[in-house]
């Protein structure tokens, strides 16, 4: 299960973060994401990070987001700084994992909306 948090309504330039904590029979996490979906868009790659800590960015955030994980490696996290209104969009987290049974599974979170003001 993921659990995701952090969204609300900014204004241009400002800063907010992101986070998606992962629960349950997880032996081993491939990759963890994020991705957004704004209204009548489709739902896009923001930024990835693997197991080994190597990261992707989309080419519209490269700069202003960044990707990391906790100390315990079961949450993610996404600081977006000095953000605009195009970044307005529901935003969900992603977790590609091995699980315990040997099994790989793909998660999404329930999404968090972020709003921003021009």
């Known amino acids: 299960q993921l659990q995701a948090s952090g969204g609300g309504l900014v204004q241009a330039t400002g800063f907010l973060n992101l986070s998606c904590a992962a629960s349950?029979?997880?032996?081993?996490?491939?990759?963890m994401g994020w991705y957004r979906q704004a209204p009548g868009k489709q739902r896009e790659l923001v930024a990835t990070?693997?197991?080994?800590?190597?990261?992707n960015y989309a080419d519209s955030v490269k700069g202003r987001f960044t990707i990391s994980r906790g100390n315990a490696k079961k949450t993610v996290y996404l600081q977006m700084g000095n953000l605009k209104p195009e970044d307005t969009a529901v935003y969900y987290c992603?977790?590609?994992?091995?699980?315990?049974?040997?099994?790989?599974?793909?998660?999404w979170g329930q999404g968090t909306q972020v709003t921003v003001s021009s």
């Open positions: 992603n977790v590609d994992v091995i699980r315990t049974d040997l099994r790989r599974a793909n998660s």
């Open positions: 349950g029979s997880i032996l081993r996490f491939n990759a």
């Open positions: 990070i693997t197991s080994g800590g190597n990261t």
